[in-house]
């Protein structure tokens, strides 16, 4: 005596199996879709800061580096220049390097200055009045040429 086990048509499983593949398809294509359009920008942005760079008559890395670095939105420099822990990581990088007691502060480059007001230009320009301003409080000098 066996009894016969109904599987249902065995084309429903294979429809099934094609509908699921094809939602897992399309989620990839919209996400590799917001990828692109994200390396889009952020390489527009970084032609742009490099070109801008190089007509202010700084230093410019290449821009899939600027790319690699700041993204499509800036990174760390747009995170709130205006905000008091990044002030101190501003003034901190204008030192003579030492550490402990023998850390002292120096006259900062304008170059670095002015590169990182570029970036700010570019990125994150509402920031920038402010980056502005508090560049007025540190003592820059053309320290690098």
């Known amino acids: 005596m066996s009894t016969a086990v109904d599987h249902g ?3 429903r ?3 099934i199996t094609a509908a699921v593949l094809l939602v897992v398809f399309a989620v990839i294509a919209v996400l590799t879709f917001d990828e692109i359009h994200q390396n889009n920008e952020a390489n ?3 032609e742009q800061l490099h070109s801008n760079l190089l007509a202010a008559g700084l230093p410019a890395p290449e821009p899939d580096v600027i790319a690699s670095a700041l993204g499509d939105n800036g990174g760390s420099v ?3 220049p205006d905000a008091a822990h990044i002030k101190a990581k501003y003034q901190a990088a204008l030192t003579n390097g030492a550490a402990g007691p023998g850390q002292r502060p120096v006259i900062g480059s304008r170059e670095a200055a002015e590169a ?3 970036a700010i230009a570019v990125y994150c320009p509402e920031h920038l009045a402010d980056y502005r301003a508090h560049l007025d409080s540190l003592n820059l000098d053309d320290t690098t040429k």
Request: net charge neutral.
């Open 78 to 80: 747009c995170q709130d």
């Open 9 to 11: 048509h065995p084309a």
């Open 44 to 46: 527009a942005k970084a």
């Open 13 to 15: 499983w294979i429809y």
């Open 116 to 118: 990182v007001g570029q």
